[in-house]
């Protein structure tokens, strides 16, 4: 009796409803949110002329799949890695809602619907930014994660692909103003990835995952590249109005939000606890959106 009542619970925790979100789940929404902001900025502001809402509609479309895709992908192949650590255990695969084979299938056709999208109704030059972001984060980055902490480096690259996809879904073209948003959202990576090692170093280490922190517990290093690329931020943050790209009301608001991000850098590193790495990791979320968002609405 005990035990076919174990099995009657086992079929009712994994319900349509709870299949169903546990795919969402896999996709990782909040990511990829960010990331399609960043993406529809790049767009907006590549934009000369009258604006193309079916190319913009299309476009972010086929980036929304992209990075649920990638997303997915990247869980199916931590599925050995994620039940090690507190904060990934209860993830989608770790759980059993999904099976692996289940994740990448999904993660696959995701992938595959995304790039056919952006080859056909997009143009070719995104479709081949978007396979550098399949292969960077999916096939580089992820298996990295537990081979050299330089991995944080080598996933900012396809990290800070979005908004440059953006831009040439537009334009079709790679110009000055396009490297411009790659480099923010690149440099951008490091104090908001660095954060999230930090308050989670034992995890990583227990996963055996060569984040910067678990290299280096010290932290000294950790959070001395935190303030670097912080500070090499601030004067790339501003190039959209030394390209003419966004006007004097972006230039000084990027100003203050550096300063702020830079603050709560200092701040963090000098106390060295989770607490202050949690309140950098909340500057760094909102930083980046606010920051395309007030390039945006002053666009030139």
């Not at 009796?1 to 349509?16: E, G, H, L, N, P």
């Not at 073209?173 to 908001?192: N, R, S, V, Y």
Request: charged letters at 15%; aromatic letters at 12%.
């Amino acid at each position: 009796m005990d035990s076919a009542a174990v099995k009657i619970d086992q079929v009712r925790a994994f319900s349509v409803r709870e299949k169903l979100l546990a795919y969402v789940e896999l996709t990782k929404p909040r990511i990829a949110f960010l990331l399609v902001l960043t993406s529809a900025a790049g767009f907006y502001l590549a934009t000369v002329g009258n604006f193309d809402t079916v190319l913009f509609v299309n476009s972010m479309v086929a980036i929304t799949l992209l990075a649920f895709g990638v997303a997915t992908l990247n869980q199916w192949v931590e599925r050995d890695i994620d039940p090690l650590m507190e904060r990934t255990a209860n993830r989608p695969l770790p759980a059993k809602k999904v099976t692996p084979t289940e994740a990448l299938v999904f993660g696959i056709l995701q992938c595959a619907v995304a790039q056919a999208y952006l080859f056909f109704l997009v143009n070719p030059l995104t479709a081949v930014l978007g396979l550098v972001v399949i292969v960077g984060y999916v096939l580089v980055y992820t298996p990295l994660k537990t081979r050299t902490s330089a991995s944080t480096a080598i996933g900012a690259i396809p990290g800070a692909l979005p908004p440059l996809m953006g831009w040439t879904a537009a334009a079709n073209d790679i110009t000055l103003g396009a490297w411009a948003l790659f480099a923010m959202q690149f440099l951008w990576q490091f104090p908001h990835f660095f954060a999230i090692a930090w308050m989670y170093r034992e995890q990583y280490k227990k996963a055996g995952i060569l984040m910067l922190p678990v290299v280096e517990p010290s932290g000294r290093l950790t959070f001395r590249q935190i303030i670097l690329f912080t500070i090499m931020l601030v004067p790339v943050s501003v190039a959209p109005f030394v390209f003419g790209i966004s006007g004097n009301i972006f230039f000084y608001g990027a100003i203050v939000l550096g300063i702020w991000f830079l603050y709560a850098s200092v701040r963090s590193a000098m106390d060295k606890s989770n607490e202050r790495a949690r309140s950098l990791l909340l500057v760094s979320v909102l930083y980046l959106p606010l920051l395309f968002i007030l390039m945006v609405a002053n666009k030139l």
